[in-house]
């Protein structure tokens, strides 16, 4: 099948059901509620779009290692700050639900320094992770809203 005779195909599907939804909000007295397209259950990956998206976003300026959309995990290479060459981090992103909520969002942050030539393992700051799920979350909130308002 040609991708025109697909795209035909499926442009007259579309046209089908919207002309059924036409027919059936007319059937009854009271105003149907209007359905979110925007709702994190229309997506082809296996957890919530908008978070994933997000933290892709976030993540953008380190190298990723694994990137699976099914599972919901991005896990980057170490990242040197080239203001900061003596240090580098390594980060976990778990995302666990379909929903779009806090609690669906898991960061995990690994930091090492540079000490005679060698990595040595560090403690990152919890704030560090906080706020790597606070830039997560609230971009994640301006894709959906935009997907909504759009």
Do not use: H
């Not at 027919?23 to 082809?44: I, M, N």
């Not at 933290?55 to 203001?83: E, R």
């Not at 990595?119 to 706020?131: M, N, R």
């Not at 790597?132 to 759009?150: S, W």
């Amino acid at each position: 099948m040609s991708k025109l005779s697909a795209l035909a195909s499926r442009s007259a599907a579309l046209a089908l059901l919207g002309v059924a939804a036409l027919g059936l909000s007319a059937c009854g007295g009271k105003e149907r509620p209007k359905a979110d397209l925007a709702a994190s259950q229309v997506t082809t990956i296996g957890v919530n779009s908008y978070l994933w998206r997000a933290s892709l976003d976030a993540l953008s300026f380190m190298p990723l290692l694994q990137a699976d959309s099914s599972g919901g995990v991005i896990i980057t290479d170490w990242y040197a700050n080239p203001a900061n060459p003596g240090e580098r981090m390594k980060v976990t992103v778990s995302i666990l639900d379909r929903d779009l909520r806090a609690d669906a969002l898991r960061v995990a942050a690994s930091r090492q320094v540079s000490q005679g030539g060698a990595w040595v393992d560090a403690p990152v700051q919890a704030a560090t992770v906080q706020k790597l799920e606070e830039i997560i979350l609230t971009r994640a909130r301006d894709l959906r809203r935009g997907a909504i308002e759009g």
